[in-house]
């Protein structure tokens, strides 16, 4: 095994100069387990600021991208620019990018792949509607959104995590349950035992996304294929800390 707890905190469409540097200083205030890696998604126009005041230990990613280097694409930015302001990470996939701005597979993929391409580490995001999960598709969309992930990653898994994020989870104060959670990340572990590698399948980092507080990171942190957490609410908060520490 030897996965590293990786916790992201997404801070998605939130935040101001004022409130990045009150969660800086409650992150530089820690204490932070200096055995998890610890990565902040923030708005772009604050990337370069973020990356200014934070320390180096605290890894920073854009929340989207788009799939070239340069070009006429009005309003979108590029790997290659998230790279030149410091940034090392970018979220991809996340469900808001998928329902709200209409972002299929095929898309979130050929982004994937051009931010791997451009030597930025990727969090791809996968999950099920509520109505695909009382459908019992579940595992069908999960996999669905990973195989299509597959040519994109090609053999650069290691800079990959995927975080699996319910949608019926996120932002609703309604958590998977542990045994909810561990289920779909062992059997995303086993999918990819048998469609990418065994070596993959066992290295891979997932994290669980969906109303991650203090309150119930620590039992989700104990269940053995959940390797960290993509936070939305709570990265914003003091108690940020408290899930980053929560393998403790
Ligand atoms: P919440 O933690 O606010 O539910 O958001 C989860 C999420 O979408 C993280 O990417």
């Not at 590293?4 to 801070?11: A, D, I, L």
């Not at 990356?51 to 799939?67: E, F, H, M, R, Y």
Request: aromatic share 6%.
């Amino acid at each position: 095994m030897g996965r590293k707890f990786v916790v992201g905190g997404n801070w998605k469409m939130n935040g101001d100069k004022k409130q990045i540097d009150e969660i800086v200083a409650n992150l530089k205030n820690g204490p932070l387990d200096s055995n998890v890696e610890v990565v902040v998604g923030v708005p772009a126009i604050y990337l370069a600021y973020a990356k200014s005041i934070l320390p180096d230990t605290i890894g920073v990613a854009a929340q989207n991208c788009w799939k070239v280097a340069k070009g006429a694409f009005t309003g979108e930015i590029s790997p290659a620019m998230i790279k030149d302001v410091g940034a090392g990470w970018v979220i991809l996939g996340h469900s808001e990018r998928r329902t709200i701005f209409g972002e299929k597979d095929e898309l979130v993929a050929e982004k994937v792949a051009h931010a791997l391409e451009s030597g930025l580490k990727v969090i791809a995001c996968i999950g099920e509607t509520l109505e695909e999960r009382e459908a019992n598709k579940t595992e069908e969309v999960v996999f669905r959104q990973t195989k299509a992930l597959l040519p994109a990653i090609g053999n650069n898994w290691a800079n990959v995590v995927l975080a699996y994020e319910p949608v019926w989870a996120i932002g609703t104060g309604k958590t998977a349950t542990p045994q909810q959670a561990q289920d779909v990340h062992a059997s995303l572990r086993k999918w990819l035992a048998a469609n990418a590698s065994a070596d993959v399948a066992d290295s891979v980092r997932i994290q669980y996304g969906g109303s991650v507080t203090a309150a119930n990171a620590k039992e989700l942190a104990a269940c053995p294929d959940i390797d960290g957490f993509l936070v939305g609410g709570a990265s914003l908060k003091p108690e940020f800390v408290n899930i980053v520490n929560a393998t403790q």
